[in-house]
């Protein structure tokens, strides 16, 4: 690897520079060798630069640190992800009394919970905010059966990090401590800015009209931790690459069993639009021939993804602290997995649909997070967004630039141009072909007649 900072650089800035996003950690791990990389700025404000131990917010990367704790316990024997959760959770109530009954683990670490997925009330900084959380979770709507459909859904994981807590008797963030930060020797990693705040440390930013703006909400909510809360440097996220490609295994310490690295990495479902398939939380993509085991994150003006390839003992972390970030990091990831590992993104080809299949498509989908209107255009769908983040420093609703997708399938569309380029949307169809729902951003929506 030591011919490939120089180029790695060159890269890196040009694409912050492209899309105004403040700065990047960037971390590479190739058959045990260990480089990280800072570049740009960790603020705006204070122009202090992005250094290789810079901490940021890692966002939704810490489902996979969520979901090697609940492995860990199911090595302990306390922990079976096929049991009902309200075996572990008596007091468990959900809307949908027959999902109360039949949901397990499995279907929270693989996003087929049916529950409503963005849900980010504040239960306080206390012990007790998970506790919180949990004996307000039946007022979220059950959108599908549990195991039926798959969709991306951070509450699914608070009920986890629920679990966790009852099984262990701790808090979540000290079962997280004792399983998995301590046995990888991330000293770093926490879950609160008072902490991170000890360590060089990077701050958000969104881009408010045409502006870089530092973003002042930084914590999520507590209870939101076992989802996204985690905030640490692209060398402790190395350590936890590590244990994943290399079958549980840290310097001689068996952290996980090799059984559950492997069952984490297998297919569970089909995700269609964030990935080919999803493991336990895991996000899993076949690219060239190779298999791909990943996750992104995204949090008020950060954007993080961790890319493993466990075959050839590669990974890599980005951590952004622009929300465009993730524009960034998909076009790095292409350029990296390409230089390292020789894999290439090939992108797939095109179908033709008629007027007729793209019109039976077309109409308004709408879920709390999106509003999205379908119309048929140049042969694709032209997507026109208005979205409202529960994460940013204000909740209004904000019109997206349109955006194009063309047709893979007669329900799967790739967007083409912009921020999003590459990234995939679908269809989810009835028993009578109409659809049920429209997946974007890994969220279904449902259409409005």
């Not at 705006?44 to 901490?55: L, N, S």
């Not at 255009?377 to 032209?382: A, I, M, T, V, Y």
């Not at 072909?433 to 409005?448: A, D, L």
Request: include cysteine; charged fraction near 20%; glycine fraction near 10%.
């Amino acid at each position: 690897m030591s011919n490939s900072p120089a180029e790695l650089k060159q890269v890196a800035e040009q694409l912050l520079s492209e899309w105004q996003v403040p700065g990047i950690a960037v971390g590479i791990l190739q058959n045990g060798e260990v480089e990280t990389y800072g570049f740009g700025q960790a603020s705006v404000e204070t122009g202090f630069p992005m250094r290789p131990d810079t901490v940021l917010q890692i966002g939704s990367i810490s489902k996979i640190f969520t979901s090697t704790l609940a492995m860990a316990l199911v090595d302990a024997g306390k922990l079976d992800l096929d049991t009902p959760v309200v075996a572990y959770v008596p007091d468990l109530q959900l809307q949908d009394k027959e999902a109360q009954q039949t949901l397990t683990m499995r279907h929270l670490l693989t996003h087929t919970s049916g529950l409503y997925g963005d849900w980010f009330q504040d239960f306080g900084l206390g012990d007790d905010a998970l506790g919180k959380a949990l004996a307000n979770i039946h007022t979220l709507r059950q959108i599908s059966r549990p195991g039926e459909v798959w969709s991306y859904c951070n509450s699914g994981f608070y009920l986890a990090g629920a679990v966790i807590e009852r099984l262990t008797g701790k808090t979540f963030e000290q079962a997280m401590a004792d399983y998995v930060f301590e046995p990888l020797g991330m000293e770093k990693a926490t879950f609160f800015a008072h902490e991170a705040i000890t360590w060089p440390t990077a701050v958000g930013h969104n881009i408010e009209d045409g502006e870089l703006a530092v973003a002042r909400r930084y914590p999520l909510p507590r209870n939101v931790n076992a989802a996204g809360g985690i905030i640490t440097d692209v060398g402790e996220m190395l350590r936890f690459a590590q244990l994943h490609v290399s079958d549980g295994n840290i310097n001689g310490n068996q952290v996980l069993s090799a059984e559950s690295v492997k069952a984490m990495q297998n297919d569970e479902t089909k995700a269609a639009v964030m990935a080919d398939y999803y493991g336990l939380a895991w996000a899993l993509r076949d690219r060239d021939g190779k298999r791909l085991v990943g996750h992104g994150g995204s949090t008020n003006g950060f954007r993080a993804y961790l890319c493993t390839v466990p075959e050839e003992n590669f990974a890599i972390v980005m951590l952004t602290n622009g929300n465009l970030g993730t524009a960034v990091y998909h076009r790095l990831e292409d350029w990296a997995l390409e230089h390292y590992c020789g894999i290439k993104n090939v992108k797939p080809e095109a179908v033709e649909l008629s007027n007729e299949q793209l019109e039976h498509l077309t109409g308004y989908y709408e879920q709390p997070i999106h509003k999205i209107t379908l119309s048929a255009e140049n042969g694709g769908l032209r997507l026109d967004v208005v979205d409202r983040s529960p994460l940013a420093d204000a909740s209004e609703e904000k019109p997206q630039d349109p955006k194009w997708a063309y047709p893979t399938s007669d329900r799967d569309f790739i967007i083409q141009g912009g921020p999003d380029d590459g990234q995939h949307v679908d269809f989810v169809f009835d028993e009578d072909g109409n659809p049920r729902y429209f997946r974007y951003h890994g969220r279904v929506s449902e259409p409005v007649r």
